[in-house]
């Protein structure tokens, strides 16, 4: 008996030893190869250099190769010690920190550079793009490995076992679960121009006068009752005749026993094409209002359509957003746009697209030539989303010379020529729109309109407590009513009324459905992370989609830029380090106030980051005169030619003089 127990003792430490020694071995081969292979395209035997940032880095306002990055690439042969220079310039327009971490920890495992040139940050107080992207990375890892994960054995074992069982059981790390709808690629003519992709659903001449914005007369007859019924309402909605719409939407509702709802839990997935064009029509008129929580119902009915088409992919595209899942919102919106290039409703969801989810594809949606000019109000929507408020007023005006009692819009261009202290223009404008109503404040009707104009006025000064009880009597005596609650809101967070707002921004949200600008609203009393917890329970009633880590990651976003450059720019500095890379941070060589405040940002940050920092500003600015400096720039505030091969040059000059590159360095 003792003999057996010995050897099952001596058989379990043999294989607990042959375990360790395998553990052992695979950490050690580990450690002495790269965690990714270089890519294919990277030569293991060249100076590996990536160079990271916006429209400076990619040689904006410059003939192609002769940007700082083509100069620096082509002196860095002197420091290289005869090995050959591979330049990387992952530079993009429009850049943030966000875009600009995410590309250092995607391609520094891939190309594993031994510099990174970074010059980053202007762009941060006006792009969020792939912010929510860099917060959900984060938040998927985890502040330490499980076991499991840190236990090469184990990774070993379950590699073993999906090899044998089919690799569907094994998942990469990092791998998105969500599968996201396919997006078609956009069709050109045999110039290289986009065309668009027409189902049956869009060739009809009714179609093609919505699309056009043909839309003051009725539309010609389809052969279906239920579809020209849905034509009639979008053109009725496009005009804002919504006395017209009303009716229109009764009977479109009647035509399928579909119920009104007041719910933005999601409508039943429509099943015809008919079906299709009746909820998004619905959905326009509710937009058009701005009921959005019927917004969310009707685009519910469109996110699972069988056979997909603009028309369906714009309407699912409405929803998802709303419902939080802003990825697949993102790629419904890229197919609409793919499958029908300049549609002004595409333009529209594009412009109102969550800035912190945003990605290049939803940029080049928003910057696409419109193959209509949109009417009036539209044009409105469009300039002021896009921070053009003087042609946001312009175009209102047009609107409201044709459509004097639109009330809405007149609202919306009071509360402007308000903050602009326009105040008897913008009461002119209300008594045109609202006749019957006497124009004494606080109003003595319901009308959020009417309340919303009251608000503006009454915070226009500055006054705090005004500001405080015109919204205190709006919540009161006011229908509830988004573009209210918004406008509230914002303003409670410019005075900190931290007792008010949350009760305000709580009661904004579960109309508007907008996670970010939650967390926005709320930024001066509590951390978009707290934002976030708060918001779980109210996420609900909008029927959620996609994974609450996303959500959350969109809510944590915030409006944070410089806050978040430091952040950004600290994975920068991991994703360097992972590799053995030094890195070399840039300012900007511009000489207005703002890159002054911005050259005093990134001076504080690199003093106390272990990077090599080249303060280009102030070498222009001992180099040049004011004059001589304006030589060196292009028309839009970047170095021209001449400016970017002194940037190169200095930068350069600046590796040799400190040994950036040397061994060991």
Known sequence: MASSKARALFVAWSLGAAVVLLEVLLRLGAALMPVTPPAPEANTEALRVLALGDSWVYGAEAPRGQGFIDVVAELLPELSEGRPVQMFNHGRNGSNTAHVALTAMDQSPQLQPELLIILVGQNNASNFYRVAEVEQRLGAQPARPPLSDQLRVLKLARILWANYRGSSDYRLEGQEQAQLPAIPAIATDEWGQPTPQLDDLLT????????QREVESSPPGTGSSQLDLAWLLLYQTSRRDFTAAKESEQKLLDAYSWQQQSSAVAAPTATTPAEVLSRYALLRLARERGDWRQVRHHGGALLDVAQRNAISDLGGAEAALLAGDWRRSRALLTAAHNRLPGFLDTIDLASRFTPQARDALVYEALEFEPTASGLAHERARFLHNTNDYEGASSARREWLKRHPQDLQVAA???????????????????????????????????????WRYYIASSAESGNREAALTAIRAALEQAREDAALLGMASRILADHEACDLLPKVASRWFSMRGDSNGFARHLSPCISSREAAHQLKNLREDWGPLGDIEAWTALVRAGHRPFALLYRDLDLVIDAARQVGAQVLLLNYPNPSEDHVV????????????????????????????????????????????????????????????????????
């Open 412 to 450: 919306n261009e009071a509360t402007w020529l308000v903050n602009m202290d326009r105040g008897q223009e913008a009461l002119s404008l209300l008594s045109a729109a609202a006749p019957e109503q006497p124009m004494q404040m606080p109003p003595e009707s319901d009308d959020p309109d009417l």
């Open 204 to 211: 009809s001449p009714a179609a093609q006068g919505y699309l």
């Open 598 to 665: 911005l050259r005093d940002i990134l001076s504080d940050y690199a003093a106390s980051r272990p990077v090599h920092y080249l303060d280009l500003w102030s070498l222009f600015q001992q180099r040049f005169n004011q004059q001589q400096w304006q030589d060196h720039l292009g028309p839009n505030g970047h170095c021209n030619a001449a400016g970017y091969r002194i940037m190169g040059e200095e930068i350069v000059r600046f590796l040799a003089e400190q040994g950036v590159l040397a061994a060991g360095s």
